[in-house]
T-cell receptor, first 114, second 114 residues
Framework: EAGVAQSPRYKIIEKRQSVAFWCNPI?????LYWYQQILGQGPKLLIQ????????DSQLPKDRFSAERLKGVDSTLKIQPAKLEDSAVYLC????????????FGSGTRLTVV | GESVGLHLPTLSVQEGDNSIINCAYS??????FIWYKQESGKGPQFIID?????DKRQGQRVTVLLNKTVKHLSLQIAATQPGDSAVYFC?????????????FGGGTRVLVKP
């Protein structure tokens, strides 16, 4: 099966600009996750979707980050305005259900804010 | 399994030797523990999981040991190969009413010397 697709692979923006990331999960996977991975650290969950509904966004900085999964398939994560500390790899993962273990991760988008 | 910032602990191992990667976890209520492998430029890849009521599980060339008394998890890789060079993360999975919650610990970089 095809993996989790993410784009772009790399993005460099200036602080205070906005940026959006796109994720296409594995076909049939109902649960989608966005993680932020700062260099040298483990991934940290930002938001979890079950189909097109938000299950957990408790760690999403809602003053600047937003995410949507309107049709329960693709998802976008947006940052507006970006800060220097947002420089990180943004990983998307999906799983068959919210009870499944072993999520499949995409290769991520590396964001650099200058 | 706390983050160590930019300076990941590194394990250097000779090709063919066994590797042991350690992880301390914090949540006694976690249901599963999972090891992930992350190669440069890629997302984390599921290796093996262990249920919280087990103390040992074996896979292909890998063994995970769980010591709940001291909240310690280890991953043993037998006959380490160059392709095993990567960063390894342990993660805790907790089943909640709203679905799984997966929390990553800090990583360990494994360098395999030829």
């Amino acid at each position: 099966e095809a993996g989790v697709a993410q784009s772009p692979r790399y993005k460099i923006i200036e602080k205070r600009q906005s940026v959006a990331f796109w994720c296409n999960p594995i076909s049939g996977h109902a649960t989608l996750y966005w993680y932020q991975q700062i260099l040298g650290q483990g991934p940290k969950l930002l938001i979890q979707f079950q189909n097109n509904g938000v299950v957990d966004d408790s760690q999403l900085p809602k003053d600047r980050f937003s995410a949507e999964r309107l049709k329960g398939v693709d998802s976008t994560l947006k940052i507006q305005p970006a800060k220097l500390e947002d420089s990180a790899v943004y990983l998307c993962a999906s799983s068959r259900s919210d009870r499944a273990l072993g999520y499949t991760f995409g290769s991520g988008t590396r964001l650099t804010v200058v | 399994g706390e983050s160590v910032g930019l300076h990941l602990p590194t394990l250097s191992v000779q090709e063919g030797d066994n590797s042991i990667i350690n992880c301390a976890y914090s949540n006694s209520a976690s249901d599963y523990f999972i090891w992930y492998k992350q190669e440069s430029g890629k997302g984390p890849q599921f290796i093996i999981d262990i249920r919280s009521n087990m103390d040992k599980r074996q896979g292909q060339r890998v063994t995970v040991l769980l010591n709940k008394t001291v909240k310690h998890l280890s991953l043993q890789i037998a006959a380490t190969q160059p392709g095993d060079s990567a960063v390894y993360f342990c993660a805790e999975n907790t089943f909640k009413a709203a679905g799984n919650k997966l929390t990553f610990g800090g990583g360990t970089r494994v360098l395999v010397k030829p």
